[in-house]
């Protein structure tokens, strides 16, 4: 049975950093893509990062380059997304995603908060 089970987020002031992350079991965790999707009140999910399964390929959304970096750990079945110079706009639940054959899981969602 696949888990995601995410972590690391909280209340952070703008121009901060968070590091999220996220532990997984019950597939073949370095064989797989992970990725990070986010989400606002009352805004559609959306992809934030990807990285391949050997972590030598990643990819982001616009609004996030060069401020976040997602990054894997395959020995340890964690992917992270380190958060930096933050804004108010990154303010969501963030989600941790696998796709295996088709089927999409996610975690529990871990909140963000961007604020003075």
């Known amino acids: 049975q696949v888990q995601l089970v995410e972590s690391g987020g909280g209340l952070v002031q703008p121009g901060g950093s968070l590091r999220l992350s996220c532990g997984a079991s019950g597939f073949a965790f370095s064989t797989y893509l992970m990725s990070w999707y986010r989400q606002a009140p009352g805004k559609e999910r959306e992809l934030v990062a990807v990285?391949?399964?050997?972590?030598?390929?990643?990819n982001y959304a616009d609004s996030v380059k060069g401020r976040f970096t997602i990054s894997r750990d395959n020995a340890k079945h964690t992917v992270y997304l380190q958060m930096n110079s933050l804004k108010p706009e990154d303010t969501a639940e963030y989600y941790c995603?696998?796709?295996?054959?088709?089927?999409?899981?996610w975690g529990q969602g871990t909140q963000v908060t961007v604020s003075s």
């Open positions: 990285i391949s399964g050997a972590g030598s390929s990643t």
């Open positions: 995603n696998v796709n295996i054959r088709r089927l999409a899981s």
